[in-house]
């Protein structure tokens, strides 16, 4: 016993015996160990510290951008200089500082500093009495992460909770602000890690620490939370234009079980007039859940079949899970055997795993090889018409094993490194959706790739957009989902969503009224529920819970051009597209803490009820000019309003000064509209913009758009010069004032 309590005694790095200096990296070598610091730029800074003698290979999944302009910095006496951050380092023992250049203290090594325990690494980093925290990637817990413990282990669990501490997806990823102060930490150790923002051994400190690995974290200065997520996305890089279509409303269920019911649910859509762009295929459309299958009683033509969908402006999405059912009769199962491309256990022989299928095997998608091999079995999904991958349970979830999912000794290729399930576990689903993401690119080259995925790791955005996993029909989920996304979107995941009207248990008329209220303001729009519950589509409860979703679903579209603007801002430079109040004020406090509620883009704040029975609540109006949406009643900001909110009506407001482009309602994206509609608010200053292209191909350069600047003043529109990349863009505008015409 002693010696175990000897064994994992924290070690820090110690004092500092030695400084090396490099181009803008700084070692520093110590008593126990080598820390690195290097200055990527300005307001980037990058910590590494190993106990060996040297750092171990530089290998990242998370990070897209390898290579900086080389920044100018000052080495001297202990301190380093950019022209954003002071970096003092004191050495006895090693402690790391990060300041402004007016002397404000942003963050520091506190108490034990950086060290290891047993395995562990960890940093104990002094917190500011006022600090708050946000991102983390995604947890079902608070909007302020300031209390709460996360832990970064991608887990499949249907059950969680508010305090449920690991979900499917792991970003280790801390924003930090208080009044003049802000910063990131990008913490990259893809090892269990957890971020323990609640109070430790004192109020002053937290721990950020990892089951094993080196430390390797980034540091983000900023003038705002908008700059750290600039400069972290600028690390993780930014997600694609996805197809215009993933912006339209999506139905799901587990499962439609054929294609005459996938046939009769989009007919359905059409004829109560309900828009509607994609439909999924579940788990049931396979042959006896081996992927890549068909079942050939219940789906016989699937060509015919998303013929058939297409015809009426729907598209396919098909599920596909990394487990392969071990079958020898089976080809994907019989190749992957013969070419290597499953894991095996430590001590060899393949690894079998339950999940659906029953025995499966696993391919290791930390193997280029693998990710190759797996991506062209997509092809014929394709070449059938199949237009989105939906991946699956590649936490990946193993149910037959402890904690539900691989030992953690199977090894790993992990791009060359060599390593256990240990190090891949977190990046295994990232590294699916990847092979997914590149072989969609490859086969389609001209088009963009539409993935989704239930796990991932930092810098997911690249490949996938995300869900939120199996959440619940309860009120509580509903509201939880509301803080789970925007720190998904602080997280630089700006495309995600939740299962509207909730997977497990059944939904209700009025969560399901809801619930579409808000879903129609959330990036990803889909309905899905579990085998087992009742019919969740718009129309399973009745005329007038159907008259209420029809509605909301048609205010979505009617607003696609302005989501479409905040989809490109989110593409440019990792913009979320759902906002919490600080984003864009952040001088007003009562925003930090408001989970409720939120922004879509800068112009609208959306108030869900998420209570069942209100017909009223209260909206906190940030600090600016508001109209109410529905009444076009102007309110001043600042304050408190009591909104009404019967049952067909969630409280809506839109910022003054705000040019809102939007459409005719349609009934999918495929269809097109004469003319924009620019719904102006005036205020003291009113402007917008419409960027427009042609939502379909990949455009690598990011060129072929069309971007149109609109002022409002003194009663009369004025459109700026254009830039028309893009040649079908939009000739006509119709003007409303505040939902008013005023002229065509
Ligand atoms: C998982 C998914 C869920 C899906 C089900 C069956 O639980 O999270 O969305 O419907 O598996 O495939």
Request: hydrophobic share 40%; with cysteine; charged share 25%.
């Amino acid at each position: 016993m002693a010696l175990a309590m000897t064994d994992c005694a924290f070690t820090s790095v110690g004092s500092v015996i030695t400084v090396e200096k490099r181009d803008s990296a700084v070692d520093f070598v110590c008593k126990h160990g080598r820390v690195r610091v290097t200055v990527l730029a300005d307001g980037i800074v990058r910590v590494r510290a190993t106990r060996a003698t040297e750092l171990g290979p530089d290998f990242s999944y998370a990070v897209a951008r390898k290579r900086w302009p080389k920044t100018p910095v000052r080495i001297t006496a202990g301190i380093i200089r950019t022209r954003k951050l002071v970096i003092s380092i004191t050495k006895s023992p090693l402690r790391i500082a990060f300041a402004t250049l007016d002397g404000t203290v942003l963050n520091r090594d506190n108490g034990r500093g950086m060290g290891w325990e047993g395995a562990k690494c960890r940093s104990h980093r002094w917190r500011a009495r006022d600090e708050m925290f946000f991102g983390c990637g995604e947890s079902a817990g608070p909007l302020n992460k300031r209390g709460s413990t996360t832990t970064f282990w991608n887990t499949d669990d249907p059950n969680h909770t508010y305090a449920t501490e690991a979900l499917y997806i792991s970003i280790p990823f801390l924003i930090s602000t208080r009044p003049g102060a802000h910063y990131g930490i990008f913490w990259d150790n893809t090892h269990r890690t957890r971020f323990n923002l609640a109070q430790v051994e004192d109020e002053k400190q937290y721990v950020l620490e990892s089951d094993a690995g080196e430390i390797d974290y980034y540091f983000f200065a900023g003038d705002s939370i908008r700059e750290v997520v600039r400069g972290y996305t600028e690390l993780t890089g930014r997600m694609w234009m996805p197809p215009r279509w993933a912006l339209g409303y999506q139905q799901s269920r587990w499962s439609y079980m054929s294609t005459d019911e996938i046939m009769d649910i989009a007919r359905s859509f059409r004829e109560r007039k309900i828009p509607c762009d994609a439909i999924y295929c579940d788990i049931d459309y396979m042959d006896g859940y081996r992927v890549f299958t068909w079942n050939p009683k219940t789906f016989p033509k699937p060509r015919a079949m998303t013929d058939g969908l297409r015809k009426i402006g729907f598209k396919l999405v098909t599920i596909i899970d990394p487990g392969v059912k071990n079958d020898n009769g089976y080809s994907v199962c019989r190749d992957g055997k013969k070419k290597g491309m499953f894991l095996e256990n430590a001590v060899g022989g393949w690894f079998t795993g339950t999940v659906w299928p029953g025995e499966c095997l696993f391919p290791d998608f930390t193997n280029p090889r693998v990710r190759a091999w797996w991506g062209l079995w997509h092809k014929e999904l394709l070449d059938l018409g199949v237009a989105g991958i939906w991946n699956d349970m590649n936490e990946p979830a193993v149910w037959n094993h402890p904690g539900g999912t691989m030992p953690l000794d199977i090894p790993h290729e992990y791009d060359g490194q060599h390593v256990t399930h240990a190090r891949a576990h977190n990046v295994y689903g990232f590294n699916m959706a990847r092979a997914c993401h590149e072989a969609l690119r490859k086969l389609r080259r001209d088009e963009r790739p539409f993935v989704i995925t239930r796990a991932a790791y930092a810098g997911i955005q690249r490949y996938s957009m995300v869900w939120t996993g199996d959440n619940q029909s309860l009120w509580e989920q509903f509201a939880v989902s509301i803080p789970e996304c925007l720190n998904l979107s602080l997280s630089g995941v700006p495309f995600c969503g939740a299962d509207v009207g909730g997977f497990g248990r059944d939904c209700t008329g009025e969560l399901l009224a809801r619930w579409t209220q808000a879903g129609a303001f959330f990036p990803f729009f889909r309905n899905h529920t579990a085998v087992g519950t009742r019919q969740q589509e718009p129309w399973a409860f009745g005329m007038e819970i159907e008259d209420i979703c029809r509605a909301y679903i048609r205010l979505r579209y009617r607003l696609l051009p302005y989501l479409y603007n905040l989809f490109r801002e989110a593409a440019l430079d990792g913009t979320p597209i759902m906002r919490p109040l600080f984003w864009e004020f952040p001088d007003d406090p009562h925003g930090y803490a408001i989970d409720d509620q939120f922004l879509l883009g800068p112009s609208l704040l959306i108030a869900p009820i998420v209570k069942p029975g209100a017909t009223a609540r209260a909206v906190y109006l940030p600090e600016d000019q508001w109209y109410d949406y529905w009444t076009k009643q102007h309110f001043k900001g600042g304050q408190y309003i009591a909104a009404s909110a019967p049952l067909d009506r969630m409280p809506l407001f839109v910022r003054a000064g705000s040019i809102l482009p939007m459409t005719k309602p349609i009934e999918h994206t495929g269809q097109k509209t004469e003319a924009i509609i620019l719904d102006v608010y005036p205020g003291p200053k009113t402007a917008g913009y419409l960027y427009e292209d042609d939502g379909a191909t990949f455009d690598y350069k990011r060129s072929r758009y069309s971007l149109t600047r609109f002022e409002w003043a003194d009663g009369k529109l004025r459109i700026g010069k254009r830039k028309a990349g893009y040649q079908s863009a939009a000739k006509l505008y119709r003007v409303l004032v505040a939902g008013r015409e005023v002229r065509s």
